[in-house]
Every structure is written in C-alpha cells, then in structure tokens.
C-alpha cells in the first residue's frame, strides 16, 4: 500500500492547516487510517485514527482541536487542524493497516506515508 501526504507547511499559534493523504489500499476490506507525529528528538506518537465504519479514536492533546475523516471514493484521508500551537509541531504521517480494530499504537500499522512538515510558531 502506498501512501502520499500533502498540505503540510508554516502557520502561527492559532492557526489552521488540513492535511491529506492519498493511498491505494483497500477501502472494502476492514482497514484501519490513521495520523502520527514525530518531533525531533521524541518518539512517533499517534494522533487520530479512523476505521471502515467510521468510529474514530484521537490522543487527548488534540481533541476538540483536530478532525478526522476519510473519502473512501477518492481514498483519501484527512487531517482538519485548528487552534493549533507550538506544541503541534512536527513530522506527520499517515499509516494504513488491515483489520477491523482502531487502533493509534504505531506498532500496529503495516504501511507509512514519507510525512508532511507542520511548524507552528507562537
């Protein structure tokens, strides 16, 4: 499975950015999406995650702050980031794996995107 992140770049504290991610794996087989993140010198940690039939899962840093979401018709997933701040800074990934659980523990995904820079500055 391939997968291709984009909408990545440089806002203020308080700002929005939406990211997106284009894969090729399959939307009719249960699967599971998700985002990540790594800032230098800290390890990967998920963000938000999205299964087949909708449900989501966020990290409590981001929740009522970052949407999930999926178009199964385009295969793409989604990555809405308000009120962000410095803290959100870092590399973003998305991940792609078979199977019907939700899921935000890194070790459970199969497929990885390249990432997409997000630099928040106070």
């Known amino acids: 499975v391939r997968l291709v992140e984009s909408g990545g770049g440089s806002v203020q504290a308080g700002g929005s950015l939406r990211l997106s991610c284009t894969h090729d794996?399959?939307?009719?087989?249960?699967?599971?999406l998700a985002w990540f993140r790594q800032a230098p010198g800290k390890e990967r940690e998920g963000v938000a995650a999205?299964?087949?039939?909708?449900?989501?899962l966020y990290t409590n840093s981001v929740k009522g702050r970052f949407t999930i979401s999926r178009d199964n018709a385009k295969k793409t997933l989604s990555l809405q980031m308000d009120r962000l701040e410095p803290e959100d800074t870092a590399m973003y990934y998305c991940?792609?794996?078979?199977?019907?659980?939700?899921?935000?523990?890194?070790?459970?995904?199969?497929?990885w995107g390249q990432g997409t820079q997000v630099t928040v500055s106070s």
């Open positions: 991940a792609y794996r078979s199977g019907a659980l939700l899921f935000l523990s890194a070790q459970k995904y199969n497929y």
């Open positions: 794996g399959s939307t009719e087989d249960p699967h599971g």
């Open positions: 999205i299964i087949k039939n909708g449900d989501t």
